[in-house]
């Protein structure tokens, strides 16, 4: 099974920018997209952006779209979160999950990564 590690987290100050990386382990046969999630403390997991593993199609959250930008690099097995102009909301833990292509949901998850924003 693919395994999922995010890194690029850390602090930064509002306006800056943060560059995640997720790499996928033991390949991605089988897997459809990948995207990434964010979660902050007393609040729901939200949706931020995938990409389509064949073709390299995007989408984003509407509020999101524009200063974050999805990529993936299938040789290297890896996808990136580019984040700009970051806002003290955006704070939260940010975690890189994959959606089989034989399932409706993500279903393979990795263990996050935190992103803290001062104002």
């Known amino acids: 099974q693919v395994q999922l590690v995010e890194s690029g987290g850390g602090l930064v100050q509002a306006g800056g920018s943060l560059r995640l990386s997720c790499a996928a382990s033991g390949g991605t046969f089988g897997i459809a997209n990948m995207g990434w999630f964010r979660q902050a403390p007393g609040k729901e997991r939200e949706f931020v952006a995938q990409?389509?593993?064949?073709?390299?199609?995007?989408t984003y959250a509407d509020s999101l779209m524009g200063r974050f930008t999805i990529s993936r690099d299938n040789a290297k097995n890896t996808v990136h979160l580019q984040m700009n102009n970051l806002e003290p909301e955006d704070t939260a833990i940010y975690y890189c999950a994959a959606r089989r292509v034989t399932v409706v949901q993500y279903d393979i998850w990795g263990q996050g990564t935190q992103v803290t924003v001062s104002s």
């Open positions: 990409v389509r593993w064949s073709g390299g199609s995007t």
